[in-house]
């Protein structure tokens, strides 16, 4: 029997997370309504958040790009930048927007497949995307499954959104730009490889709190 036929035949409700639940979550000390539309804001999402903030200057242009339930945007924006944060999902976009009003923070919220719909230059972008491989969804974390596939599905090598987005960054990007990745912690050596090919520099890969590599930064030149 397949992978994914065994992944189809459980349970939707069968050991639903903790988080979807309770309807709440905490993301960087600072609370956040969660839903089936969106991802659940998770710890090492928050090696990203931090590596990005230090890099920024108050007042930075920041666009969250595939912003789910809007935690990166709303910790950018209670740290006094600009933000814009965009997804496909119009439901994500709803948590996403109920999350900024419970935090207090303006953000502008955009509905776009990628870049498709984004105005405007930007100081950094800031990406946790889709970065599980198609067949292994499910494999390593069971809560996956209970969560929204489009956000996690990153193709057959989960790859496709960093070369999407690296190969369109630099039109959003002021020269010395920041993009910065969660990512997979075995795609270290693929993803620098994609963001060297587009020719970003200052390629930097940052280890979570086990150790593992989970975020690239890089400039644009």
Do not use: W
């Amino acid at each position: 029997m397949s992978t994914n036929l065994i992944r189809d035949m459980q349970p939707k409700n069968k050991n639903l997370p903790i988080q979807y639940k309770a309807g709440v979550t905490y993301f960087c000390e600072t609370p956040f309504f969660v839903n089936k539309h969106v991802l659940i804001p998770r710890f090492d999402t928050e090696v990203l958040v931090e590596a990005t903030i230090l890099k920024l200057k108050n007042g930075a242009r920041v666009l969250d790009m595939c912003t789910g339930s809007g935690c990166i945007a709303v910790i950018h924006a209670k740290h006094g930048f600009n933000v814009t944060a965009a997804d496909i999902s119009h439901k994500a976009l709803k948590v996403a927007r109920k999350n900024a009003l419970l935090n207090d923070v303006n953000i502008h919220f955009v509905r776009s497949d990628l870049f498709n719909a984004i105005e405007g230059v930007f100081d950094a972008i800031v990406c946790n995307p889709p970065y599980v491989k198609t067949n292994e969804i499910g494999l390593q974390d069971a809560s996956t499954l209970h969560e929204p596939r489009i956000a996690l599905d990153g193709g057959t090598d989960g790859l496709d959104f960093y070369r999407r987005i690296a190969s369109s960054a630099h039109r959003y990007l002021h020269d010395g730009g920041l993009l910065a990745f969660e990512i997979g912690y075995s795609q270290a050596d693929e993803v620098q490889n994609i963001l060297r090919e587009k020719v970003f520099c200052d390629i930097n890969v940052i280890k979570d709190h086990l150790g593992h590599n989970r975020v690239i930064t890089c400039t644009k030149n």
